[in-house]
C-alpha cells in the first residue's frame, strides 16, 4: 500500500504521472537502504526491537507525507519537491520488513526441528539423516510457499484498496489506513513467540574460522556474497517488472475510466500468482530450484508480451490474470535460494536485501514506466516490464551456472 498509495496521491495532487512515480521512487530507493539496515540490527540485537521502533518511525512519516503532499499540492518550486520526496524517502527507509523476519522465522523453526530430530537418541540419527533433510525440507518449501501466498495477497489486497479508497473516498485515505495497520499490526508480530526461534548473532565469534587462512577465508567471504547477489538482483527485476506495470496500467486505465482503478486491475495479476505461489508447495522435490526459475521466468517473459495486445479494461485483466501464474513461483524460489546461499548469521539480512531488491525495482520501474507513459503512452511502458522479464529469464539461467559451486568452508 505504501508505494501504490504514494502513486496515487502524489499523482492526484500533482496531475503528473511524472512526478507520481518519482515519488513512488524515492519510497523505493529509501526501503532499498533502510531494508538491510533493519535486517542487520535485526540479525545482531533480535527482531523484538528492531520491529517495534521501524513501526512507530514509519506510522510518524507516512503521516508526514500525507501531510506534505496537501501542504505542497501544486509543487511550483523545488522545495516542495524537495518536500515530497524527502517524507517519501523516510517512509521507504522506516518500512518494517515483516515479510523477509517471518520467512527468517520459518527457517530457524525448520533448521530446529530437524536438529531436534537428529539429536535424539537411540532413534538412528545418521541412517535417518537422509529422511529428516527431505522432510525439512519440504516443510520450508511449504512455508516459503505460504509466505509467497500470503505476499501475493498483499499485492491484491494493498492495490485494491488503495483503488478502491481512493476512488470512492480520497487519494489520502489509502496511506492513512497504512500508518494505523503498520502500528497496531507490525508490534503484534514483534511479539509473537516464533521470534523467540531466532537467536542473534551478536559479536559472532571469531575463533572458529582461525584456522583458515587469511587470503582463503576472504576468498570464501566474497564468493558467498556473490551467490547471494544473483537472487538479490533477481528480486531487482521483480520489482522492476511490479512498479513498471503499475504505473503503465495508470496510464492504461485512464484512456477508459480514471487512474484510480489501476490498483484493481492490479490485483488481478497478484490473485493469480497467489495462487500459483501456493501450489509451489506440491511441486516434486526433483524440480529444481534453478529449472524451476528458468522456466517460470520464461513464461512470465513470453506473458508479458500480451500485455501490447488488449484495447480496452476487461482484455487487459484477462492478460494480467494469465500473466500473474509464473510471477508466484518465481518469487517464492528466488526466496528460497536466498536462504540457501545466505552466511551463517546473516539470514535477515539476506531475506531484507531480497525484499529491498523488488522495493529498488519497483522505483526503477515505475521511474522507467511513468517517463515513458508521460511521453509515449502505455504502450511505450510495457516495455519496461517485458524487458525486467527477460533479465528475470537471463539471471535464473547465470545462477543455474553460479550456484554449482559452493565454497567449502563458510565464512
Known sequence: MLTVGTLTLVTAVSHSYAIGGLAAGAVGIGSALGAPVLGSLADRSGQRPVLLVAAAVNAMTVIALLVAAYLTPDFNTPTDAIAILVTAFLAGASCPQVGPMARVRWMALTTRNLNTRNSIPGTGANAAASGSVASSRADLDTALSYEGTADEITFVLGPALVGILASLVAPWLPLA????????????????????????????????????????????????????????????????????????????????????????????????????????????????????????AAAMTAFSLL?????????????????????????????????????????????????????????????????????????????????????????????????????????
Not at 333 to 343: H, K, L, N
Open 177 to 296: 489506513l497504512a500508518a494505523v495497520l503498520t502500528a497496531t499490526l507490525v508490534p503484534a508480530f514483534a511479539v509473537h513467540p516464533s521470534q523467540l526461534a531466532v537467536v542473534p548473532a551478536k559479536r559472532k565469534a571469531r575463533t572458529a574460522v582461525g584456522s583458515v587462512p587469511a587470503e582463503q577465508q576472504s576468498r570464501v567471504r566474497s564468493l558467498a556474497w556473490l551467490k547471494v547477489a544473483v537472487p538479490v538482483l533477481a528480486m531487482v527485476c521483480m520489482g522492476t517488472f511490479f512498479g513498471a506495470t503499475q504505473n503503465a496500467l495508470s496510464a492504461f486505465s485512464a484512456q477508459f475510466a480514471t487512474a484510480e482503478i489501476a490498483g484493481l486491475m492490479y490485483s488481478v495479476m497478484g490473485l493469480s500468482s497467489a495462487v500459483a505461489a501456493l501450489s509451489v508447495a506440491y511441486w516434486p522435490q526433483r524440480f529444481g530450484l534453478t529449472i524451476r526459475w528458468v522456466l517460470a
Open 307 to 411: 500485455l501490447f495486445l488488449p484495447a480496452g479494461i476487461w482484455p487487459m485483466a484477462v492478460v494480467l490474470l494469465v500473466l500473474g501464474i509464473p510471477v508466484g513461483p518465481v518469487m517464492v524460489t528466488v526466496f528460497s535460494i536466498g536462504g540457501v546461499v545466505a552466511p551463517a548469521g546473516r539470514m535477515a539480512t539476506v531475506m531484507t536485501a531480497l525484499a529491498s531488491g523488488i522495493v529498488a525495482g519497483t522505483a526503477l520501474g515505475a521511474y522507467l514506466a511513468g517517463q515513458l507513459a508521460q511521453t509515449q503512452g502505455p504502450g511505450a511502458a510495457f516495455v519496461v516490464s517485458t524487458s525486467a522479464s527477460g533479465a528475470l529469464l537471463v539471471l535464473g539461467i547465470v545462477a543455474g551456472l553460479v550456484l554449482r559451486r559452493r565454497p567449502s568452508t563458510q565464512p
